[in-house]
């Protein structure tokens, strides 16, 4: 079974500073799809970004990118001049590939990180 | 679109009290899931529905658990009898096919108190 360990229960970064939020995982296969999720005190999970394993290039959202180091599965996500509106946790979640048919390749996700961001 | 659309958001009960937890998935999407979030076991998928068939419910805890869809735009999940361990925050999920790439969009959560 696929695990994913975020091993950074929380961080904190200055506004406007860069922070980065590490991730790993553990996986047998070859293709699968990553992504990081923001949870705000509002609760609700929002999808920040996604990389598919077999891309070579780091996905980049605005002020959001990562680093993809396949071989060292890792999966760290960095953010660029933070704003006090990315205080958050943070989820690293892995998909697996679809099975086929109305498979759907689990989600797992990690057990995330809390950010702070000081004006 | 108004996104998903969970009720109640807070649910406090009394141990033995038969909860139900109601979801709306976003127009359109095949497939619909239920997580738990809770502090010590994190975010755990219970079960999902592909085109309102359940296709994987291993993650349901116990029998105490259903889930069921009987259309494409209401889902409910189900606790009877509630237990104090059922405690949580439950979020419902959706996506718009199975594609790997495809984003799940979440709701707000229900937040599940039992006394």
């Known amino acids: 079974a696929q695990t994913v360990t975020q091993s950074q229960p929380e961080m904190s970064v200055q506004e406007a500073e860069t922070v980065t939020l590490s991730c790993t995982y553990d996986t047998s296969e070859s293709d699968y799809y990553l992504f990081w999720y923001k949870q705000p005190p509002s609760r609700q999970m929002i999808l920040v970004i996604r990389?598919?394993?077999?891309?070579?290039q780091n996905a980049t959202e605005n002020r959001f990118s990562v680093n993809f180091q396949k071989a060292a599965k890792s999966f760290s996500l960095k953010i660029s001049d933070s704003q006090l509106g990315d205080a958050a946790m943070y989820f690293c979640?892995?998909?697996?590939?679809?099975?086929?048919?109305?498979?759907?390749?689990?989600?797992?996700f990690g057990q995330g990180t809390i950010l702070t961001v000081h004006p | 679109d108004a996104g998903v659309i969970q009720s109640p958001r807070h649910e406090v009960t009394e141990m033995g009290q038969e909860v139900t937890l109601r979801c709306k998935p976003i127009s359109g999407h095949d497939y619909l899931f239920w997580y738990r979030q809770t502090m010590m076991r994190g975010l755990e998928l219970l079960i999902y529905f592909n085109n309102n068939v359940p296709i994987d419910d291993s993650g349901m805890p116990e029998d105490r658990f259903s889930a069921k869809m009987p259309n494409a735009s209401f889902s409910t999940l189900k606790i009877q009898p509630s237990e104090p361990r059922d405690s949580a925050v439950y979020f419902c999920?959706?996506?718009?096919?199975?594609?790997?790439?495809?984003?799940?969009?979440f709701g707000p959560g229900t937040r599940l108190t039992v006394l």
């Open positions: 979640a892995y998909r697996s590939p679809t099975a086929g048919g109305t498979s759907y390749g689990k989600l797992t």
């Open positions: 990389q598919e394993a077999y891309k070579q």
């Open positions: 999920a959706s996506s718009l096919d199975g594609r790997p790439y495809n984003e799940q969009f």
